[in-house]
Nanobody, 121 residues
Framework: QVQLVESGGGLVQAGGSLRLSCAAS????????MGWYRQAPGKQREPVAD???????NYTDSVKGRFTISRDNAKNTVYLQMNSLKPEDTAVYYC???????????????WGQGTQVTVSS
């Protein structure tokens, strides 16, 4: 099986920075897309950023210019550097990855357990 383990959340003041990490482990043949979603209280989960194996990157408009996603393919790890944090960035952040476990198997979607990010004003 595959596991995604996140780390790096916490409490920070507005204007501060945090760096999230997510490491995939287990039966992994290849990883297509890795990314981050977030869910604030009372709201739906929304995409934040993702990065494809070929290097394409997408950001939701509200984080462009403040967040940077990157990945280390050798470590099966994706990072989210979050700068100039705002109170509205407060949410549980979830790692997501599209992973193929075997050469002939289809890609499957996997999720981490989530890490809390709280930005105080």
């Amino acid at each position: 099986q595959v596991q995604l383990v996140e780390s790096g959340g916490g409490l920070v003041q507005a204007g501060g920075s945090l760096r999230l990490s997510c490491a995939a482990s287990g039966r992994i043949f290849s990883i297509n897309r890795m990314g981050w979603y977030r869910q604030a209280p009372g709201k739906q989960r929304e995409p934040v950023a993702d990065i494809f194996s070929g290097g394409d990157i997408n950001y939701t408009d509200s984080v462009k210019g403040r967040f940077t996603i990157s990945r280390d393919n050798a470590k099966n790890t994706v990072y989210l550097q979050m700068n100039s944090l705002k109170p509205e960035d407060t949410a549980v952040y979830y790692c997501n990855a599209l992973i193929r476990g075997w050469p002939a198997s289809p890609f499957r979607d996997y999720w981490g357990q989530g890490t809390q990010v709280t930005v105080s004003s």
